[in-house]
């Protein structure tokens, strides 16, 4: 998916899909979303008939529970750094109840300062069509992802003079998720440059199974530029 201008919530989506191809294993579908007659996205869908093949993932870090690390604002609120507007815009309710690993347990696995994690699920108890959690993983997978980008400079979203917005977002689902349930995103960055960063993540249910794949470009632009 591309995103090519900012979208606004009270105006109307008109998505036009077009089927570009029907095969006996796989489909393939292209949309275009255009809002006050603009578009806005532009996202390519492939899709498979379920079949067995050759398996194995990565395994899953052992990071402390959900219910053992400090939710979103909780985490916000004990950061000094942290201005009053920013603190309020993330105390707002959202659909995505979000609980971060803390950086001192990722260090003590190993790994580096551009590597972090994220508990996340759905605020609320979910339909159980497989749709409607695909979609809410897709959704809840944009938190934090960009973020990745800015960890190995000591920045973040509300540093002064930072701006930053999603360019792209590519998600790759392994197995059907149960997105009212928690799911870990464990992210990381391993360029970043033209005031561009690129960010990648594995999001993995409880048990530990490997359930989706990210990827996401996005603006990381700072002005003045450092340096």
Same mark, same amino acid.
């Given at each position: ?6 979208? =606004?919530? $009270?105006?109307?989506?008109?998505? *036009? ?5 029907? %095969? ?17 996205? *532009? ?9 067995? &093949? ?42 995505? $109840? ?5 950086? $001192?347990?990722?260090?003590?696995? %190993? ?10 699920? =759905?605020?609320?108890? @979910? ?69 561009? &960063? @690129? ?8 048990? &530990? ?8 470009? &996005?603006?990381?632009? @700072?002005?003045?530029?450092? %340096?």
């Amino acid at each position: 998916a591309y995103f090519l201008r900012p979208g =606004a919530q $009270e105006v109307p989506i008109a998505l *036009n899909v077009s089927r570009d191809f029907d %095969g006996r294993s796989f489909a393939n579908r292209r949309v275009v979303a255009q809002q006050n007659d603009k578009v806005v996205l *532009n996202l390519a869908a492939s899709f498979q008939h379920r079949e067995d &093949g050759l398996a194995y993932q990565d395994a899953m870090p052992d990071v402390p529970r959900a219910e053992d690390c400090l939710t979103d604002v909780e985490a916000a609120a004990r950061n000094p750094h942290m201005p009053d507007e920013h603190f309020q815009w993330m105390a707002r309710p959202k659909p995505i $109840e979000l609980r971060n690993v803390p950086g $001192e347990a990722m260090r003590a696995l %190993g790994f580096g300062p551009y590597t972090h994690a994220m508990w996340m699920r =759905a605020a609320a108890p @979910l339909p159980d069509a497989a749709v409607v959690h695909y979609a809410a993983l897709a959704f809840a997978s944009d938190y934090g992802l960009l973020g990745s980008s800015l960890l190995g400079h000591h920045l973040h979203w509300w540093t002064p003079g930072m701006t930053s917005a999603s360019l792209d977002h590519a998600i790759w689902f392994h197995a059907q998720p149960r997105a009212d349930d928690w799911m870990l995103h464990v992210m990381d960055s391993e360029w970043t440059g033209g005031a561009r &960063g @690129l960010n990648r993540g594995k999001i993995y249910a409880p048990c &530990g199974r490997l359930i989706a794949t990210t990827m996401q470009e &996005g603006l990381i632009r @700072l002005s003045p530029p450092l %340096g």
